[in-house]
């Protein structure tokens, strides 16, 4: 098939990077590899992506029948997330006519603001879109209140596409919940989650200590929950230690507002020499450091799906994760690590604690993870998941094109 994937502010080629700044994160990952699984399975993809510099090739192959393709929309730097929906109008006609060169089989727009520039460019041809969220807005706006930054309209315009493309693909059973709530019908989303390099991440022993290591992998913003672990490490004995993987690179951390709540925070609660900040992490060193860890904490505020947990468990890793959003899935409680409660310091300790007390076990659930992840969550798996749904959708092409010359409904 012919795939058009749009992605306007998470290009695939900032995966290879080190991620882990506010607008970086889990959906370059789940983009990139989702384009190269795709692509290893024979179909041709290209994801189009918002240009944010000059300098790029309006096209950069990322492998033999995927290409990243640079849109012109907006000015060409990098601009707040939620500050580009001004320019999903002119994304919109950069695409349609992108399309009616190279007509896609079907369309996968991931995010909110690609579906608003996907679907029209798409519906003029008859192309069938297919919606990720990612995240829903709604779910934002419940948890952060008045520190939601989205724009006013984003639920809205949620709800409009999930009733308006042909099928969302919602990454966990938590979120095809959240969908029918905002009018979605249930039989127009299928869960398809986001999956792991099991070959890129993939166990081994820890490296060989006196200590027992925590590890956080996440965007440094407050709702990941980094310092629900901090204070949880306060209740922890002398020789359990934290290392935050995120954020800036090394350089930039000191002058980091986040970095500096959450080291407040440490030396507040007496931590401060039990905490290492690791700045932004790239793909290629993060199997070592999950190796680094004997167990690895994801107790977000809440969690559209979560790629950090998935990584953990690919590297043998035991994983304590609130049970939220995608982790409630990924995570099997008592299986493959423990589920706690989101903004439970006393929680949190627990669990590591009876890990600490416990190796054989903490490694048993860290084998458990493997397993898991091997047999669900290849990212092989989920890329011929997605291929069904996209011949599904793309079924209907007929009935679309006969729609649009007769006026009739499709």
Request: some cysteine; glycine content about 8%; charged content about 25%.
């Amino acid at each position: 098939m012919r795939i058009a994937m749009v992605s306007e502010h998470a290009s695939p080629l900032a995966a290879s990077r080190g991620l882990g700044g506010v607008d970086a994160g889990g959906q370059n990952v789940a983009v990139r590899a989702l384009a190269l699984a795709l692509a290893d399975a024979g179909h041709e993809v290209v994801v189009h992506t918002r240009r944010t510099d000059r300098t790029s090739p309006r096209r950069v192959p990322i492998a033999l029948r995927a290409v990243v393709d640079h849109v012109d929309a907006g000015p060409p730097h990098e601009l707040p997330k939620d500050d580009l929906v001004h320019h999903m109008d002119a994304f919109s006609a950069e695409l349609a006519a992108c399309w009616r060169d190279e007509v896609p089989d079907v369309v996968h727009a991931h995010f909110w603001m690609s579906g608003l520039a996907a679907l029209p460019a798409a519906r003029a041809l008859g192309v069938p879109v297919v919606q990720t969220f990612h995240a829903l807005g709604s779910v934002k706006r419940r948890h952060q209140g008045a520190d939601d930054t989205s724009p006013p309209r984003r639920v809205a315009v949620e709800s409009d596409l999930g009733a308006s493309v042909d099928r969302v693909l919602a990454t966990c059973r938590d979120e095809v919940d959240e969908l029918v709530a905002l009018g979605v019908p249930a039989d127009r989303a299928t869960v398809v989650p986001c999956g792991v390099d099991v070959g890129h991440f993939t166990p081994g022993d820890a490296v060989a200590g006196d200590d027992f290591r925590v590890l956080t992998v996440s965007r440094l913003v407050p709702r990941k929950g980094v310092d629900t672990v901090i204070a949880a490490l306060a209740r922890l004995p002398d020789d359990v230690s934290l290392v935050v993987a995120g954020g800036p690179r090394l350089p930039e951390l000191d002058s980091d507002p986040e970095v500096a709540r959450l080291r407040d925070l440490a030396r507040a609660a007496g931590v401060a020499d039990r905490v290492r900040f690791a700045g932004a992490v790239g793909h290629d060193a993060l199997p070592q450091l999950y190796r680094s860890a004997d167990a690895v904490a994801c107790v977000p505020a809440y969690e559209p799906f979560g790629l950090v947990p998935l990584e953990a468990m690919a590297c043998g890793r035991p994983v304590v994760a609130a049970r939220v959003g995608g982790l409630a899935d990924t995570v099997v409680d008592g299986v493959t690590g423990h589920h706690v409660r989101p903004g439970d310091p006393a929680a949190v300790a627990s669990a590591l604690s009876a890990l600490r007390a416990d190796p054989a076990r903490a490694r048993a659930l860290g084998r458990a993870g493997r397993r898991r992840t091997e047999t669900e969550y290849g990212w092989d798996r989920v890329a011929a998941a997605a291929a069904r749904v996209y011949r599904e959708v793309a079924a209907t092409v007929p009935a679309l094109r006969t729609a649009l010359t007769t006026g009739s409904p499709a």
